[in-house]
């Protein structure tokens, strides 16, 4: 369940508050029990680490090199110009 982050319009008043993503949003401030209580941007706070398939798949390390066979499959045929649209 996500944590978002509130600030009320009003008083100024800062929250976090767990909701489900298909819950509306929180209106009232718990502070002033005014109907100014705004859902604010912030940045995710999860972090990928470990060597599943992040680390190997999408990190941006090198990739693995192509044996031979696999370079000449994906090569263009002869009828094909270096322009074509289907390489």
């Given amino acids: 369940m996500p944590i ?3 600030q ?5 008043f800062k929250k976090e508050v ?3 993503v298909n819950e509306p949003s929180v209106t009232f401030c718990p502070a002033c029990s ?3 209580f705004a ?10 680490n470990g060597t599943g398939w ?4 999408f990190k941006g390390g090198p990739s693995k090199p192509q044996s031979q066979a696999e370079t000449k499959s994906e090569a263009a ?3 094909c110009g270096t322009g074509c649209a289907c390489h």
Avoid at 8 to 12: D, V
Avoid at 39 to 48: D, N, Y
Avoid at 54 to 57: L, P
């Fill in 54 to 57: 992040y680390a190997t798949d």
């Fill in 77 to 79: 045929p002869a009828a």
């Fill in 39 to 48: 859902k604010q941007v912030s940045a995710p706070t999860f972090q990928l």
């Fill in 18 to 20: 767990m909701r489900k």
């Fill in 4 to 6: 978002y982050d509130y």
């Fill in 34 to 36: 005014k109907e100014s």
């Fill in 8 to 12: 009320c319009t009003s008083c100024g």
